[in-house]
């Protein structure tokens, strides 16, 4: 009896020509190292309760400290307040993630996988993915205790399944910006500091206040920064056509831009981010 030998593509996997031996995939690199720091979260579960926490925190200081001082015209300020406090929210915690990065640079981790045979951006990719993701746990665990104190909006599916995508869309962004901030400041207390800038750029914007009770000279800026356009997207999506004729522009205005500030971000920061690794 004859039998036919194998040939060799049936037996060897598919690699790239130029694929030095021992390369791992940019999808395997990217969920090693994104699993990795997911795992180091549940391993120091105070790093995400503390983000709970401080989320919870403001969350409930706004809505009944100073909540009953602000007018939003007419509106529950409760509702207006969730959807900004939600997003801008993501600032408050990526900044964790911006530490935990310089600490980890500083600890040689980089070092070690810079001399490894995977691809570079894949590494940062993985970092980012998981900060992202721990971002988008305490932004719903945020939204869920506004639900709890009164938030209350009649989207239908559709608009709530388009606002849960597009913060994750955010928190990617928010995500990358701030491994990059960790990678270029190269200590943990510098990435400190910078990541304070997030609370000042939370309170210049929709997110709090609405922006036509700031100065002329503010006014300009709140208006065109990012997070006024992710919050008031996330307003008129879940607040209906009340709250979209108070804007400056119209929703689909506001959905295309919170799109591009979100692609561009991602954009400019992902060459920056990998610069920053390569020189580390």
């Not at 791992?24 to 709970?52: D, H, I, M």
């Not at 913060?167 to 901030?181: C, K, Q, R, S």
Request: aromatic share 10%; proline share 5%.
């Amino acid at each position: 009896m004859s039998t036919t030998a194998p040939t060799p593509t049936d037996t060897a996997p598919t690699r790239p020509a130029n694929a030095p031996e021992g390369t791992a995939s940019a999808l395997t690199t990217l969920g090693a190292v994104a699993w990795r720091t997911v795992l180091k979260v549940f391993r120091t579960p105070q790093v995400l309760g503390f983000a709970l926490i401080q989320s919870a925190l403001f969350l409930v200081m706004f809505r009944y400290v100073l909540g009953g001082a602000i007018g939003v015209g007419g509106l529950d300020y409760v509702d207006y307040l969730i959807p900004g406090i939600v997003v801008s929210g993501l600032l408050f915690t990526a900044g964790g993630g911006a530490v935990a990065v310089a600490e980890e640079a500083a600890s040689g981790l980089y070092d070690r996988l810079r001399s490894l045979p995977v691809p570079q951006l894949a590494v940062l990719a993985g970092r980012a993915l998981a900060d992202a993701l721990l971002l988008y746990v305490v932004a719903l665990a945020t939204l869920a205790i506004g639900l709890a104190i009164g938030f209350r909006s009649d989207a239908d599916l559709v608009h709530w399944v388009t606002v849960l995508a597009l913060l994750f869309l955010y928190a990617t962004a928010v995500a990358l910006a701030f491994v990059w901030v960790g990678l270029a400041t190269g200590s943990a207390q510098a990435a400190n500091g910078l990541a304070l800038l997030g609370v000042p750029l939370s309170f210049l914007s929709s997110a709090f206040v609405p922006i036509a009770s700031m100065p002329a000279a503010i006014q300009v800026f709140a208006q065109w920064q990012p997070l006024t356009f992710f919050i008031n997207t996330w307003r008129g999506l879940l607040l209906g056509d009340p709250v979209v004729a108070t804007f400056e522009h119209s929703l689909d205005f506001y959905l295309v831009g919170s799109i591009l500030w979100s692609v561009g971000l991602l954009l400019l920061v992902a060459p920056l981010m990998l610069r920053s690794y390569r020189r580390d």
